[in-house]
């Protein structure tokens, strides 16, 4: 799930991102902004809940990201705006800003 906070003097976009996957130890966020490296999202409800994260990125430019789930299980976004194909023979999930 993603949800967006629009600002009025500022050229960015607040983006939550939030994973439901009770199973799974550890949650990262993994997108082409941040180089690909991954950060990691937190958890409410004594680490039992979904893993979320809020970042702000550039207003009109489509950010393509991924989830990764314990260090090696790949997830999408189901909520994503869009896929797009990766160099993998996978997709990545696309959030637009604009």
């Not at 039992?48 to 299980?73: A, C, N, S, T, W």
């Amino acid at each position: 799930m993603l949800s967006k906070r629009y600002f009025k003097t500022i050229d960015e976009v607040e983006v939550t991102f939030e994973i439901e996957r009770p199973e799974a130890e550890r949650a990262e966020w993994v997108a082409e902004t941040m180089g690909w490296s991954p950060i990691e999202m937190k958890r409410a409800k004594r680490g039992k809940g979904p893993g979320r994260l809020k970042v702000r990125l550039p207003k009109d430019r489509p950010v393509q990201f991924r989830y990764l789930l314990d260090e090696q299980i790949w997830e999408n976004d189901d909520a994503a705006d869009a896929y797009w194909p990766n160099d993998m023979g996978s997709d990545n999930s696309v959030v637009l800003t604009g």
